[in-house]
Structures are given as C-alpha cells and as structure tokens.
C-alpha cells in the first residue's frame, strides 16, 4: 500500500485558491468517486487492477501535495452551508464551529491513521467516508481486512478519474469535502454512543444522506473481500 508522506504539503505563500465551489461541489455528490461493486469490478476489471491494488504506480489513487490552509478554507466554506448539505440535526453543542476551528480534523486524522489510509491521495478520504457510512448505516463495525478491501476498491475505482487531470488544489478540496463529512459523524457516533435511540437517528440520517450524495444505498450494500458488493 502506497503511504504518502504526511510532511508533504504546500508553502503557505501560495496563491489564494477559490473555495466558493465547495457548496455546489458538495451538492453535486461523490457519485463518481463511489466504489465500483465488487461483482460488477471483478466482471469489468481495469486493465491494470494488478498494479493498482499492490500500489506500485505513484498516480494511484490520485495524491497531491497537501496544503493546511486550503483545508482551513475548505472548513470555513463548508462550516456555513451543514444546515444544506446534511439532514441531520446534529447533537454537537456547535458543529460548525467544531468544523471551523479544525477541530474535525483532529478526528479524521486520527482515524485515516487507525485504518492505514493515506491523507494525500483521494483514494483513502474517499475509502474513509464510505467506510464510516456503512458501518453508521449498518450498525457494524468493519474489520482491517476490509478496511484494506475498501482502500483497493476505491484505487481501482479512481483510476482514469477526470480529477487526475485536476491540479492539487482541486483534488484536495475533493479529498477534504470527504473528509470533513467522516469526522462529523464520528464525532457525532461520539456524543451520541451512550444513547441507542440518537444513534439510531444518526444511523438513518447517515443512510439517508448517502443516498443523495452517492446515489449509494449503504444498507443494501455488503462487504466481501474483494469490498462493497451491491445486494
């Protein structure tokens, strides 16, 4: 598995990028970037599925150089728009200043860590969104076997992607969109563990947003060794 290195990230003298298309991306969806079913991957498998899956090409998953002020502006657009983009009513005391103020980065990075996912490359903030939607959805925890399942699904998925004709900017925000959506609802899953009746509520609103940024059904969907495979 291809770790970028996480000391790579951009001078702050860079030029301003414009983060005014986060709300439209965001309602646009993660359609593209969803994983291939596993039946459908394993019956039309990219010619090049074999170097893709061992992370042999540098391309793979389609990294960028990562800049943590881009990121602070992705939060702050995106801080002001979790009314829109989710249905949950969230149980965080202020979830927008929770996204404002970095602190949801703290969450994702600790659990991009925790499943061996690189945060440079969109292949594993994407594998991590989806992940954490299935296992909410479903009420399940997946195992690091299909932690790694979902990582080499989404590579392969990613693989001739129109992003890999984007600049780093453009696929960093991608990337940080995803995730900032996984940290919210951890950090949601977080506040709400001791209460069965809002998890639930978190559980169908995780399932419900999916379906309109994915077109994914979280609930129909299982997971095999090969990753997500469609019921």
Not at 55 to 83: K, N
Request: aromatic fraction near 6%; charged fraction near 25%.
């Amino acid at each position: 598995m291809l770790l970028l290195a996480s000391g790579c990230s951009r001078s702050d003298d860079e030029e301003e990028v414009d983060v005014s298309i986060v709300p439209t991306l965001f309602a646009e969806g993660f359609d593209g970037a969803a994983p291939q079913p596993a039946a459908e991957a394993q019956a039309n498998p990219p010619a090049d599925t074999a170097q893709v899956a061992a992370s042999d090409d540098p391309r793979a998953g389609i990294p960028f150089d990562r800049s943590d002020r881009l990121t602070g502006r992705v939060e702050t657009a995106m801080a002001g728009q979790l009314a829109k983009d989710f249905t949950l009513r969230f149980a965080l005391a202020d979830a927008g200043e929770f996204v404002r103020s970095g602190k949801v980065r703290n969450v994702w990075q600790r659990e991009l860590a925790a499943r061996n996912y690189p945060a440079d490359n969109l292949a594993g903030p994407t594998a991590l969104m989806f992940g954490v939607a299935w296992e909410l959805a479903n009420g399940r925890k997946l195992t690091p076997a299909d932690h790694a399942a979902i990582l080499r699904q989404v590579t392969a998925k990613l693989r001739g992607d129109p992003l890999e004709r984007q600049n780093d900017e453009q696929r960093q925000i991608q990337a940080d969109l995803r995730l900032i959506t996984a940290g919210l609802w951890l950090e949601e899953a977080y506040v709400r563990g001791p209460y069965p009746d809002q998890m639930r509520e978190l559980s169908d609103a995780v399932h419900r947003d999916m379906q309109k940024m994915s077109t994914n059904d979280m609930r129909d969907t299982t997971m095999t060794p090969e990753g997500f495979s469609e019921d």
